[in-house]
């Protein structure tokens, strides 16, 4: 793993992170190639991919692989935990505070030389549970 000083800022990385850095919505590839080529219109999605990759393996950014769903990406890269809705796939950063010492509490239980953990809460977001709300609310008219 690279660290985030030893790779060179080009205009590319500069403004996917800049993009990035504008947003909570944790964007997908795509999304944030979306974003990026209102910028930058010749840039090509291959190009997006490769560099938030490499961001992310640098750590530069966050690469979030949330309940098998497609990769999202974070400019927040302090230690915090997500929250994903069930029904449409949207992730939020959740403002609780760190679980302490759980990485030292898993390698003392374990047989493991723990490296880190994930820990994603789920539920349904607002819109959505307005949304199955209002679908009840019909079937019940009807």
Do not use: W
């Not at 909570?24 to 930058?40: F, G, I, Q, W």
């Not at 291959?46 to 990759?53: A, F, M, S």
């Amino acid at each position: 793993m690279q660290d985030a000083s030893q790779i060179r800022m080009t205009t590319q990385r500069k403004t996917i992170l800049e993009e990035l850095e504008k947003v909570t919505s944790h964007p997908t590839a795509n999304e944030v190639y979306d974003m990026v080529r209102k910028r930058l219109p010749r840039i090509g999605l291959g190009t997006v991919y490769r560099n938030l990759e490499l961001m992310s393996e640098s750590g530069m950014i966050l690469k979030l692989e949330v309940g098998g769903t497609q990769k999202r990406f974070d400019a927040t890269v302090h230690p915090h935990y997500h929250i994903r809705c069930i029904s449409c796939g949207k992730v939020d950063d959740i403002d609780i505070p760190l679980i302490d010492n759980i990485d030292r509490n898993a390698a003392d239980l374990s047989q493991y030389q723990v490296l880190g953990h994930h820990i994603e809460f789920s539920g349904i977001c607002e819109p959505c549970s307005k949304s199955d709300e209002e679908d009840e609310e019909e079937v019940l008219i009807n």
